[in-house]
């Protein structure tokens, strides 16, 4: 069966600072794919990325960067020059099969402060 | 494109009461998807359509829910004889063939009283 662990419930962090999610999955797939949505107090989830289980490279985008690791089945999300926007929940979710169409199984999520 | 729509965005029962949520997922997205999410948690599956077949059903759906899809476009969510325990946030999402995930609609909130 499929799990996501988000173990980190709560972050705070002063603004400007760098901080890191983890996420930890379970599959026994070799095809899945891997997600990261960010949930702001308005409630609606935000689609920030999605990588899949043949492509390890680490991705950048702007402050925003991800770690994956099969060794380790992790992929952990950074976020650099963290900034009072950032504060919200952010899940890691996983797909497992071919086309990545399937289902969603999200992790518990962890609510991301940014102290000004 | 227009995002997913949910109607309505609140929704107060009282516990026994019926209540039926609808679905209107981006244009020309043949796949829909909905979830239940409950205070502290992240969202769980219950259902999926791709067009107008039910493809799959979660374990959480019992048989006091039920969800159509009748013609390929917006879906509805009915709960019969409604719970306390069915208190959540309800999310749709869609998800077209080039598209790269699920997209979410902003959800309904059900409170049973």
């Known amino acids: 069966a499929q799990k996501v662990t988000q173990a980190q419930t709560e972050i705070s962090v002063v603004e400007k600072e760098d901080v890191t999610l983890d996420c930890v999955y379970e599959?026994?797939?070799?095809?899945?794919?891997l997600f990261w949505y960010k949930q702001p107090p308005s409630g609606e989830l935000v689609f920030l990325i999605r990588?899949?289980?043949?492509?390890?490279q680490n991705e950048i985008s702007g402050r925003y960067s991800w770690n994956f690791q099969k060794s380790t089945s992790s992929f952990n999300f950074t976020i650099t020059a963290s900034q009072v926007v950032d504060s919200a929940v952010y899940f890691c979710?996983?797909?497992?099969?071919?086309?990545?169409?399937?289902?969603?199984?999200f992790g518990t999520g962890t609510r991301l402060t940014i102290i000004p | 494109d227009t995002g997913v729509s949910q109607d309505p965005r609140h929704k107060i029962t009282k516990r026994g009461q019926n209540v039926t949520f609808r679905c209107d997922p981006i244009?020309?997205?043949?796949?829909l998807y909905w979830y239940r999410q409950t205070l502290g948690q992240g969202p769980e599956f219950l259902t999926y359509?791709?067009?107008?077949?039910?493809?799959?059903k979660s374990r959480l759906l019992s048989d006091r829910f039920s969800a159509e899809r009748p013609k390929g476009s917006f879906s509805t969510l009915e709960i019969q004889r409604t719970e306390q325990g069915d208190s959540a946030m309800y999310l749709c999402?869609?998800?077209?063939?080039?598209?790269?995930?699920?997209?979410f609609g902003p959800g309904t909130r059900l409170t049973v009283l």
């Open positions: 999402a869609s998800r077209g063939s080039t598209a790269d995930t699920q997209y």
């Open positions: 599959t026994r797939d070799t095809t899945y794919y």
């Open positions: 990588r899949n289980s043949f492509d390890e």
């Open positions: 979710a996983l797909s497992e099969g071919l086309k990545g169409d399937e289902k969603l199984t």
């Open positions: 244009s020309e997205h043949n796949r």
């Open positions: 359509f791709q067009n107008e077949a039910q493809l799959e």
